[in-house]
């Protein structure tokens, strides 16, 4: 059992509330293992994992989360925020269908996403900026289906964005969505991983993918924010690209900015 898990039990792993689980501690222990063995280390804290899955090569997390925990164990979500990639929506039917799993997608209000494109149109994020569109489209609904949860497993990566996960941990507790009532970890398995580790991971195990990688997308959000990256450019810069290239996050991962960016 790794240190720092408090009075949480390792094995067989039981589902008990998560009242002292310790990130600093578990980075100790776990910085240097394989993004397996911080998944399976993971588990044993918390008795369940819940993975958020993008749509892109975020898959390797669930491809892992089944090596490590038994199925009804693995909760993974999704946001739609209506401007996904038609090739993002038959990924996720494949990644369903590959793993035989319940892939719980979720949707934003419907009448705040009607107030904002009666008022701005479809496309305000162009003039001013991406943080009300995926406030409403992605932040509300990621708060809705975190809460209450003890932890969840996200594909972060320090390499993805120099300028704002470059100090990610593989573990740490999630302020921006948790609460000093309702304290919430996240767990960023892939932390130390390079692009290229996770395709390697693709294609080692056959895992399927995003046919839009195909075509020369890299980092894959919403259609109208996403475009592909030519050779030699940061694969954050095919997001958002009309806004300043630094703190490029959509409130999902609020944390990594220095002040926090979650409307
Ligand atoms: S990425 Fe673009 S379309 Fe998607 S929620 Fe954010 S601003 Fe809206």
Redesign the pocket.
């Known amino acids: 059992m790794a240190a720092g898990f408090g009075r949480v039990s390792a094995k067989p792993p039981v589902e008990v509330a998560v009242t002292s689980f310790d990130p600093n501690a578990f980075v100790l222990a776990n910085d240097q293992a394989t993004p397996k063995n911080i998944l399976k280390a993971a588990y044993e804290a918390f008795g369940e994992l819940t993975v958020s899955f993008s749509g892109a090569e975020d898959v390797v997390l669930v491809d892992l989360a089944l090596k490590v925990a038994p199925k009804d164990k693995v909760k993974v979500f999704s946001l739609d ?1 209506g ?1 996904l990639h038609a090739e993002t929506y038959e990924f996720f039917e494949r990644v369903r269908n590959h793993y035989d799993i319940e892939l719980d997608i979720r949707f934003p209000d419907q009448q705040a996403v009607q107030a904002l494109t009666s008022e701005k149109g479809l496309f305000s ?1 162009y003039q001013d900026g ?5 406030g ?3 932040v509300a609904p990621l708060r809705q289906r975190l809460a209450g949860l003890p932890v969840w497993v996200t594909g972060q990566r320090r390499d993805q964005s120099p300028g704002t996960r470059s100090k990610l941990q593989i573990a740490e507790r999630d302020t921006a969505f948790g609460s000093d009532d309702q304290p919430l970890y996240k767990i960023n398995p892939l932390t130390h991983w390079t692009s290229e580790d996770v395709w390697n991971y693709i294609r080692s195990f056959d895992v399927p993918y995003n046919a839009l990688h195909e075509k020369g997308y890299v980092s894959i ?6 475009r592909p990256i030519l050779p030699g450019q940061h694969e954050r810069e095919g ?2 690209w009309w806004e300043d290239q630094g703190g490029k996050e ?1 409130g999902l991962h609020a944390l990594n900015l220095p002040q926090a960016a979650t409307s």
């Open positions: 925020t401007r994020f991406h943080h009300e569109c995926c409403i489209r992605k959000g919403c259609a109208p924010c996403t997001r958002w959509c």
